[in-house]
């Protein structure tokens, strides 16, 4: 068994550089194989789901050579078919890039249906529209589908609500299609900004991205580029929230602050001091926590996979916090599991009523995704004594050294192998693995 440890800390210092974004790092390396060209991608995580790409890739005949924390290199020259390896296709959420990436090049993609975070059930009913929209048939078995299109036309969609996934993979499609295509109630997010602009080097017309509206001109081939990755939001708004829970000071370098206003402002409002430079956030915290409520929303609202973290942030206010979920109603698994460390949070129909103040004690809880696994080391760093966290497997999705980027901000964790059960104060037992 594995597990990650964690012990209370308090009165942190340190400085983090935030690692290049999962969420677009998981649209730009489909996108890469838009062209035959090389495409060269800087700050691609080595976190698991990359590597599951890389493998799917390589099964294709599709070259991707990754130096950790470097460049991604990217040659799809020599794909000819689009069978993709089931299993692989189901293990995370983001395979349905393939079909935006390589049915206009193979006219046929075979997959397996996301998997991903298990928080909830994740329709992608959006992303079969957008394959319809495009001219494509879908046949559909119990564990894979099929999507199948000669020819790419040009269409105009309004998204039944905003999905960030199903704007990308429309701008995937888009790109290479014959005449225009207009996105309505599209999605706003830095990803699918981030796609577009790497699209838009490779050659692409696409116009209005960053607006609900988004404009692409189909062009005949796209060409090879070399581009950055922009920084994970996600990952720097919970370190950010990290210091409300052990006191201190941390500052995040490599960030890009106007990504992450929504969080800024909810944390200055509970307390927290920020200091905003141009790429690095400082954030200080040496009072109380204020109580608040929370709401989630698509960007530029609250971002949902901030909710967990921010759940830990809010154990620690003296009154009551609320957090409600719109985009995931039932994304509370992190509960039960806080609540086994003392917590005291009671969820109903997609909120959560947090009773803050009580003492935390270190526990074993279990991670049943990569946000709920931040949100229980933060817990774990205010609980007296030692917590041991299980599904380290869904961390590492998001993570690609958790361990030694904790380090750098003044925060030891450890990465742990063994009989989980041993008693939590013989320490020297257990075997780090990271
Ligand atoms: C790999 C990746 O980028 N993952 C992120 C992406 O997921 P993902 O792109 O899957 O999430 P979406 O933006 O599509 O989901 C937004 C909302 O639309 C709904 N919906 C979506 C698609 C669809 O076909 N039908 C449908 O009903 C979802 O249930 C949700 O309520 O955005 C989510 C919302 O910010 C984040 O939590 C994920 O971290
Ligand atoms: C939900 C998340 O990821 P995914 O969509 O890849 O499951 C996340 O990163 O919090």
Known sequence: MRWLEVKQTSNISGHVSIPGSKNSSLALLPAAMLTSDKVIIDGIPDIYDVRVIRKIAESIGVEMHLDSGESCVINAANV??????????????????????????????????????????????????????????????????????????????????????????????????????????????????????????MGAQIAGAGTDVIRIQGVKKLHGC????????????????????????????????????????????????????????????????????VRTGMYPIFYTDIQQPMTSLLLMAEGKSIITDPVYPHRFSHVPELNKLGADIKVRSGTALIKGGNMLYGGIVHATDVRAGTCLIMAGLAAEGVTRITGIEHVERGYADIVRLYESAGISIRKCEGDLHRTIADDCEFTPTA
């Open 80 to 201: 000819e078919n689009a069978e993709l390896p089931i299993a692989m296709t189901s293990s995370f959420r983001a395979s349905y890039y393939f079909v935006g990436a390589l049915l206009h090049k193979c006219k046929s993609v075979t997959l397996g249906y996301p998997g991903g975070d298990n928080f909830v059930d994740r329709p992608i009913d959006q992303h079969m529209k957008v394959f319809r929209s495009f001219g494509a048939e879908i046949i559909q078995g119990h564990d894979r589908y099929t999507v199948i299109a000669d020819k790419l036309s040009g269409c105009e969609i309004y998204f039944d609500m905003i999905t960030s996934g199903a704007t990308m993979n429309a701008v995937l499609l888009a790109v290479l299609a014959e005449g225009t295509t207009k996105l309505r109630n599209a999605a706003t997010d830095p990803e699918v900004v981030d796609l577009c602009n790497m699209l838009n080097l």
């Open 226 to 293: 070399t581009y950055k990755v922009i920084p994970d939001r996600l990952i720097a708004s919970a370190f950010l929230m990290t210091v409300g829970l052990t006191k201190g000071t941390i500052t995040v370098h490599n960030v890009i602050p106007e990504h992450m206003k929504s969080c800024l402002y909810k944390l200055q409002e509970v307390g927290i001091e920020i200091d905003v430079k141009e790429d690095s956030i400082t954030a200080s915290c040496k009072g109380i926590i204020r109580a608040t409520r």
